[in-house]
């Protein structure tokens, strides 16, 4: 018998590797129905891309399960910024697919921001939910996007593995594919760095990246990227605070020194004018 080993268990997402298979036990109500499917048949359509489920979404005992060939993930000392950021270009270049569904970013923000209990952090967070555009707290209509592009989604350097029999490296994680604005796909980044989380070295370095590999979701190196990354920036630094602010109190901790930055930049957001 082929004895499994736990890759990740939080969040409600369970994630087990037996042998090359990994079996991803996607979190409950996140990924379900054919709008999920038509996303794994997009990642299985691009092979130079995606690390993607060996076949269609799996029900089991009343949750989602995706296959994949296992893949060796990112060295946290090492990260491969440049190669990320060429790679994120390569996937903003792809027409968008037919029956691509929306990518459902701002949707995931206001979910983290409902999820939360009560306390002086959590009520830091709202407020600086309550100054983001009224079309991201769910209160309007998403805006028509003119750049629109095909998404990963829920990018960040965890979404990489070196994959195939070259073993480059590949996205994972399909279950917010879609088209929409290229800029959130910079969001995650953008917005660690501006909490003064991320370096600004690793932020430089990427970025660089990928304007040189003519990465669509911000202006060229003589333009600001702030323009196009300001409202997503804005967004995940109180997506990844709510979720962090929540965590801790499930977990009966205390905020991490990461954490509680995030909780300071929401503390500056709120500050700020309200976007419209």
């Known amino acids: 018998m082929v004895s499994a080993q736990v890759i990740y268990d939080r969040n409600g997402v369970l994630v087990l590797r037996a042998r090359d298979v990994v079996a991803k036990a996607h979190r409950p109500g996140r990924a379900l129905g054919p709008e999920f499917a038509r996303r794994v048949e997009i990642a299985a359509s691009l092979p130079e891309l995606f690390n993607a489920p060996l076949g269609p979404p799996l029900e089991v005992e009343g949750r989602t399960v995706t296959l994949e060939r296992y893949g060796t993930p990112v060295d946290p000392h090492d990260p491969p910024w440049e190669d990320a950021a060429r790679l994120l270009a390569a996937l903003h270049a792809v027409p968008v697919p037919a029956g691509a569904p929306p990518f459902g970013r701002p ?14 952090a959590a009520d830091v967070v709202r407020r600086a939910f309550a100054a983001l555009p009224a079309w991201v707290r769910g209160d309007a209509p998403v805006p028509v996007v003119a750049n ?9 350097l965890g979404q990489l593995v070196r994959a195939g029999d070259a073993g480059t490296w590949r996205f994972i994680d399909v279950e917010d594919i879609g088209r929409g604005d290229p800029a959130w ?24 990246a990928y304007r040189d590999a003519g990465g669509a979701a911000v202006p060229s190196a003589e333009g600001s990227e702030w323009t196009v990354l300001d409202v997503p920036s804005r967004a995940l630094v109180v997506q990844i605070a709510a979720t962090s602010v929540r965590l801790a109190a499930e977990e009966k901790r205390d905020l991490h020194p990461e954490e509680t930055g995030l909780v300071g930049a929401c503390v500056r957001i709120a500050e700020l004018p309200a976007l419209p």
Do not use: N, Y
């Open 107 to 120: 949707a995931r923000v206001a979910r983290a921001v409902s999820r939360m209990g009560e306390g002086g």
């Open 148 to 156: 629109e592009r095909l998404l990963h989604g829920d990018f960040h």
């Open 185 to 208: 796909d910079l969001a995650r980044l953008a917005a660690l760095f501006a909490a003064g989380v991320l370096a600004p070295d690793a932020w430089g370095r990427f970025l660089r």
